[in-house]
């Protein structure tokens, strides 16, 4: 049995090349603020490739996607291992394109930091007498660039954003960033959607997309995971003040609160967090994971 080692390594993901594919496994460690907690959350894995391969089957009709199976047995004997079942995506290879498209429906985190000093979000001018958690009037796009491990992703306007892309892509600079706000959006506005009428309110994402051998955009990556959005239970939301949550705010949470807690959880935070990764998924897909 021929034996891969991965030739990246991000703060949670693992991506093997295959030949002409990808495989991307999604394990069990967890981030926040950028750095890998000492931790790993049994089943968070799972969680992430389960839910980004339902989003994927959801949305193919709005814009093509790197998945190509989540069954082991498509893939090298290799990943036919118990580390690898369900936490394993094969993927068609892109060229990635260097923007991390945030869309933001609700009012939160950084954003209403920033909203209570400026009034913008990111640049973007909001109206007077938003409340913490408010629902915005439309989504805003706010892309950032993508930072290697250990660094932060700095915001950046949509203007900016055509310029990068113009750089790599010469006379597309402006088409390829129009692609990534408008699929962005649209995405976030029929996915919501779909949430809210199961009980989930999808207050911000990230998608990352790439380009296929002739050019078109491919949405890739992970997609409307707890680890890539804030997911908060429509039952008791009220703007005004931070909510539950189904993602990670909980950990970030605690971590705020414990900051000599040198990125170490407690097993209580632990199991609290995989509950809630679970609880989302069933809510979404109507199943059990």
Known sequence: MKEYQPIKEGKVREIYDIG???????TDRISAFDVILKNKVSKKGTVLTQMSRFWFDYTSDIIPNHMVSV???????????EQFDGNSMLCKK?????????????????????????????????????????????PIYTPSTKAEIGDHDENISFEKSVEILEKLYPGHGEYYASVLRDSTIRLYEECAEYALERGIIIADTKFEFGLDETGNVVLADEMLTPDSSRFWPVEGYEAGHSQPSFDKQFVRDWLKANPDSDYDLPQDVIDKTIEKYLEAYKLLTGKDL
């Open 94 to 138: 892109l060229t990635m394109l260097p923007i991390e498209c945030i869309v933001r429906g609700y009012i939160t985190g950084s954003g209403w930091a920033s909203y209570q000093k400026t009034g913008k979000v990111c640049g973007i001018d909001l109206p007077e007498g938003l409340k913490e958690c408010s629902k915005l009037p439309t």
């Open 71 to 81: 069954d082991v047995n498509d893939m090298p004997e290799y990943f036919r291992q």
């Open 20 to 26: 002409d594919n990808l495989i991307m496994v999604a």
